[in-house]
């Protein structure tokens, strides 16, 4: 099931790095609506019985998400396009992955004034 899940998800990826302009926003919208609502919360299903401290497996699930697709893809092109229709997943997208990366920070400097 878990590797039938991952397989499916591995092939919207591929999906959406083929895109280009309206399409490659559409495709990460729906990328990212099935990932939160669907893989994440399968994950921590998954792992809570082995969670521990920081990172979550939350935390983790996102930074991976961020650094597999967001940061592979020609996001900044598609968005910057006249007449880009932005959609509201990719805006969500966009302020959770910003405010995780912020909180790493921080806790990073916290750790480090220890």
Same mark, same amino acid.
């Given at each position: 099931?878990?590797?039938?899940?991952?397989?499916?998800?591995?092939?919207?990826?591929?999906?959406?790095?083929?895109?280009?302009?309206?399409?490659?926003?559409?495709?990460?919208?729906?990328?990212?609506?099935?990932?939160?609502?669907?893989?994440?919360?399968?994950?921590? &299903? =998954?792992?809570? #019985?082995?969670?521990?401290?920081? /990172? +979550?497996?939350? $935390?983790?699930? %996102?930074?991976?998400?961020?650094?597999?697709?967001?940061?592979?893809?020609?996001?900044?092109? &598609? =968005?910057?396009? #006249?007449?880009?229709?932005?959609? /509201? +997943?990719?805006? $969500?997208?966009? %302020?959770?992955?910003?405010?995780?990366?912020?909180?790493?920070?921080?806790?990073?400097?916290?750790?480090?004034?220890?």
């Amino acid at each position: 099931m878990i590797l039938l899940f991952l397989l499916m998800f591995y092939v919207v990826i591929c999906l959406v790095k083929l895109s280009i302009g309206q399409k490659l926003l559409d495709s990460l919208a729906e990328t990212w609506d099935f990932f939160f609502c669907d893989v994440l919360s399968m994950l921590q &299903a =998954i792992f809570y #019985p082995v969670q521990g401290k920081e /990172p +979550s497996v939350r $935390q983790l699930a %996102l930074l991976h998400f961020r650094n597999i697709i967001t940061l592979n893809i020609k996001l900044e092109d &598609a =968005i910057s396009r #006249p007449r880009a229709r932005v959609p /509201p +997943s990719i805006i $969500q997208m966009l %302020l959770i992955l910003q405010v995780m990366s912020a909180q790493r920070h921080l806790l990073a400097l916290v750790h480090q004034d220890r």
